[in-house]
């Protein structure tokens, strides 16, 4: 069964736009994660969130996350057409040994 | 580093063959796992290692074994493929536990006629 649940299923923006996806869980965790996917390619980390942070910042990216709503926002500013791909996120699950993915956002940047 | 690499990069088996997809890691990684990524499910998780002698089942364990005897390599093996192990396979790897960051190898695309 999924954790995480990304919203929406698919994304198309223009270029220069902000990218925002989302992403709701069900269990109590102690961190959440975002990966990339480009298309035939392996999965990328980008950013893990620890249950204590709100906010987290690296480069164009931002992350939010909200334990009271069990909830995670990914937020790509000034989008390139690099940063075409799909993207998920991740928790761990109770015992800390196995992570679980949504079924992620396929987001497509029109140049 | 290589970082997690995976072999074959493509396969095709007909049912009922048995075949090993290889991976290995160059980062003294403990924690290991095999995920199957198909259509519209994400990735599953099919087995995992805390290290080396150690396994366990994930989410989708049926028809795929696995075996840890080093700390670099963690063979999946299909022990006989059925159409419905079609799919992309995709080794990890993380330090020093399952649930912080993963690295990803870049899979194998196995279609089983």
């Known amino acids: 069964s999924q954790q995480g649940e990304e919203d929406p299923q698919a994304l198309s923006i223009q270029e220069g736009e902000n990218a925002t996806m989302n992403c709701s869980y069900k269990?109590?965790?102690?961190?959440l994660q975002w990966y990339r996917q480009n298309s035939g390619r392996g999965l990328v980390h980008l950013i893990l969130?620890?249950?204590?942070?709100r906010e987290k910042h690296s480069g164009r990216l931002r992350v939010t996350l909200d334990t009271s709503k069990k909830s995670s926002s990914l937020l790509i500013t000034a989008s390139r057409a690099a940063d075409t791909a799909s993207y998920f996120c991740?928790?761990?699950?109770?015992?800390?040994?196995?992570?679980?993915f949504g079924t992620g956002t396929r987001l497509t940047i029109i140049p | 580093n290589a970082g997690v690499t995976q072999t074959p990069k493509f396969q095709v088996l007909k049912t009922g063959q048995s075949m090993t997809l290889q991976c290995a890691q160059d980062?003294?990684?403990?924690?290991m796992s095999w995920y199957r990524q198909d259509p519209g499910m994400g990735l599953r998780l099919i087995h995992y290692?805390?290290?080396?002698?150690i396994t366990d089942q994930g989410e989708v364990p049926n028809g795929y074994n696995v075996s840890r005897s080093t700390t670099e390599d963690f063979p999946l093996r299909l022990l006989s493929a059925a159409p419905s192990q079609t799919s992309v396979y995709f080794c990890?790897?993380?330090?020093?536990w399952g649930g912080g960051e993963q690295y990803f190898g870049p899979g194998t695309r196995l279609t089983v006629t």
């Open positions: 290692s805390v290290g080396a002698g």
């Open positions: 269990t109590s965790i102690n961190n």
């Open positions: 980062m003294n990684h403990e924690y």
């Open positions: 991740a928790t761990p699950n109770f015992g800390n040994e196995k992570l679980t």
């Open positions: 969130i620890r249950s204590n942070e």
């Open positions: 990890a790897s993380s330090h020093p």
